[in-house]
């Protein structure tokens, strides 16, 4: 079921693959796993972007003593260690680290990463008989609503969207994993996240955060994919100065795929009521089935569309 189960859920929402798996009897039996005493409440996945370090940041100052879960990869290994250190969290931070086959054929991108991500805050959460598992993501980029017709599929990732966790949630229920996925920001922009955070290193730290969807291939943050405009994005709406090292510069990037993506779900959703707008949002997967708790999300999409605009109407496009 473990190995089923995934299959089924991740296909269709998260990849757009048609995967073929084969299984077979035996396998390793798992390793003995003495049990430490520890004090951690929480187990918060922390990828060293912008978002899960605020994430980390609200759980120590609501009072939780989170243990951080990592999936360290050559970009986001050294901010990972340097946020958590900031933070007072490096003993506390389990890096999981699973090396890419570099043989064809080859699957570049990382659309199925989360699995493995859940993968590890499954582990962590077990072997610490700890009850919750913390994954910090803002409305916006949870949904990823399809800001052109052709962004449909895997194009917009969906690895914390809504309905992807609560599935995933039944497996683990149904296979005995006595833990459970939680975003605490599924209601809230990513301007809203930053500008609620309360360190005294704040604008610093923010800045050394990597968000890029395309920094595996661009050496450094791009500036213009849409976590980088939603990035951009989030500082302007905090009022709060941006000092991250973008490799281009916006008012030249108007041609860019992705800015003319954004550009135009900003225009075109812009004024949209909430039915019109929570029409928009479903597009990108079922909403929750709880009334109460799909209007805060549709709601917060829609401010965090706006907090886009808000950036777009400050640059000089050339």
């Known amino acids: 079921m473990w190995l089923i189960l995934p299959v089924n859920i ?5 990849t757009g693959d048609v995967w073929h798996l084969t299984f077979r009897a035996g396998g390793l039996a798992c390793p003995p796993s003495p049990g430490r005493i520890h004090d951690r409440d929480s187990v918060c996945l922390f990828s ?19 243990l951080l879960v990592s999936q360290g990869s050559t970009k986001e290994i050294g901010p990972q260690q340097r946020l958590a250190a900031a933070l007072g969290l490096e003993a506390h931070r389990f890096e999981g680290r699973v090396a890419e086959r570099w043989r064809q054929p080859y699957e570049g991108s ?16 077990t072997g610490c008989g700890i009850r919750e598992v913390l994954v910090p993501e803002n409305a916006l980029i949870a949904i990823n609503p399809p800001f052109t017709e052709r962004r449909m599929g895997s194009l917009s990732t969906r690895t914390t969207h809504p309905h992807f966790m609560d599935r995933l949630n039944g497996v683990w229920a149904a296979v ?18 930053l500008a609620q955070g309360h360190h005294p290193r704040l604008v610093e730290l923010a800045a050394e955060t990597y968000s890029c969807g395309k ?21 302007h709406s905090a009022g709060m100065y941006d000092g991250t090292l973008y490799l281009n510069d916006l008012r030249a990037s108007s041609r860019n795929d992705d800015v003319l993506a954004a550009r ?7 004024g949209d009521g909430p039915r019109e707008l929570g029409r928009w ?12 708790a799909r209007a805060l999300t549709v709601d917060a999409v829609g401010r965090g569309l706006a907090e ?11």
């Open 281 to 292: 949002v479903a597009r990108a997967g079922p909403l929750p089935a709880d009334g109460t």
């Open 10 to 14: 991740a296909r269709p929402l998260l």
């Open 48 to 66: 060293g972007g912008l978002d899960s370090f605020l994430g980390a940041l609200a759980a120590l100052n609501g009072g939780a003593r989170p």
């Open 110 to 125: 990382t659309r199925a990463r989360s699995i493995l991500f859940f993968a590890y805050g499954a582990l962590a959460a």
């Open 308 to 318: 886009l605009g808000r950036l777009f109407g400050t640059v000089r496009w050339r």
């Open 176 to 193: 005995g994993i006595q833990a459970e996925l939680r975003n605490p920001f599924f209601a809230t922009t990513k301007g809203e996240m």
């Open 215 to 235: 920094g595996k291939r661009a050496n450094g943050q791009c500036g213009r994919c849409v976590p980088c405009l939603i990035r951009r994005a989030s500082f």
């Open 264 to 270: 135009h779900a900003v225009a075109a959703h812009d």
